[in-house]
């Protein structure tokens, strides 16, 4: 799917930035937006598998048929409630343990056993799809965007490696931003480069924050970098839906990608996903580095997130005094809000109170107005 690329004005301003107005979506627990999130890997449903998955507090199975596609389903039968989790997947379709109804993958019922002809009912179904080693789904109706993908690599042939799961007691959100905290990168972690990010909007449900920038330093290895490189390094992360990031470093000859795909918990805990990704070569010796890369890209990976999670765990996310430095993470914050939230477990459209009030203040008066004509 091609790529629109916005453009937004990148200035904020300050009153909005001293605002203390409650955001609706940014690090709220009881709220999402409709996108494409992680289920789980690949390699975890076979054939005729059927798996129990919580998905933002609605119960769901995803089960595999003959045909090899994965399948997600609302997790209870139509019929009575029993749990399709505990039924058996037959050629493409699953039949419920209980009554034994039986249900294809686009969840109509195809068969009753006490009757002659199946009865028109349908479980719910929500779009599914795979993609670098993992299920995904959709949390609407029909896809209003494409997964997940490296900007500028739509058509390329990646090679790729599950990294780690992680739970952590902090939003999604919180956790992220991270990647684009430049104060963190340029001070508290200690890296040899210093990062200045600029925001480019790709849609509504995707931006990136990038920058060039050059290798400082005076180790054996810094030295041997710049010497083969020039010195300079691109650094890129790009979010999609608020809950998967890709980070990306490299230089003109080669670059690694780590994502980080996110759900929220109960209570606004984090389990994630660890991916590493770069583009497939066509020698031993391409294929032999990029085997390198990949195991680098998880050690990166399983460091990054070690070394802020008791941070992360321990903070109450308030940025009450921004400044210019912050500037990416407030853009990344009102990014987020202007997209579509969802009710936790019943995946409806959310409104906030205000919007509830005026709604009902609304049908009040109708119902005022019926009632006048009426008496008239």
């Not at 992680?166 to 430049?182: A, E, K, M, R, W």
């Not at 995707?206 to 180790?219: K, L, M, P, V, Y």
């Not at 209570?267 to 991916?275: D, H, N």
């Amino acid at each position: 799917m091609p790529v629109k690329i916005l453009k937004m004005n990148t200035n904020i301003d300050k009153d909005n930035l001293n605002s203390p107005r409650q955001p609706k979506i940014f690090n709220q627990s009881e709220v999402f937006i409709e996108g494409w999130y992680w289920v789980l890997p690949s390699q975890s449903l076979g054939v005729g598998e059927v798996k129990s998955v919580n998905i933002f507090g609605k119960d769901l199975i995803v089960y595999r048929g003959k045909d090899r596609r994965a399948v997600i389903l609302d997790a209870y039968c139509p019929h009575i409630g029993a749990n399709l989790a505990e039924g058996k997947v037959e050629g493409n379709e699953l039949r419920c343990v209980l009554h034994r109804w039986k249900f294809d993958g686009e969840g109509i019922c195809v068969d009753v056993p006490v009757l002659d002809e199946p009865v028109p009912v349908k479980a719910k179904t929500w779009p599914a799809a795979e993609q670098y080693g993992i299920i995904w789904i959709w949390t609407g109706e029909t896809p209003q965007q494409p997964l997940p993908f490296i900007l500028d690599w739509e058509n390329q042939t990646l090679d790729f490696a599950l990294g780690s799961q992680f739970s952590i007691d902090c939003h999604p959100h919180v956790i992220l931003l991270q990647g684009i905290d430049t104060q963190q990168i340029n001070l508290a972690n200690k890296l040899p480069f210093k990062l200045v990010l600029e925001k480019q909007e790709l849609n509504q449900n995707a931006i990136r924050f990038s920058g060039i920038t050059n290798i400082n330093g005076q180790s054996f290895w810094l030295k041997f970098y710049r010497r083969l490189f020039k010195s300079s390094l691109s650094y890129s992360v790009c979010y999609w839906y608020g809950t998967t990031s890709i980070v990306s470093l490299g230089n003109e000859f080669s670059h690694l990608h780590l994502m980080f795909t996110t759900r929220t918990l109960s209570g606004g805990k984090t389990q994630g996903q660890t991916l590493l990704m770069v583009k497939k070569q066509r020698n031993i010796l391409g294929n032999l580095i990029n085997i390198l890369m990949l195991w680098v890209g998880k050690i990166m990976s399983d460091r990054l997130l070690k070394a802020n999670s008791r941070i992360l765990q321990t903070m109450q996310f308030d940025l009450k005094t921004p400044i210019k430095a912050d500037l990416s993470i407030m853009q990344f914050i009102n990014h987020l809000e202007r997209q579509k939230p969802l009710n936790w477990k019943i995946w409806s459209l959310w409104r906030s109170r205000e919007r509830k009030e005026e709604v009902r203040e609304e049908r009040e008066k109708r119902e005022k107005w019926r009632d006048e004509l009426v008496n008239d």
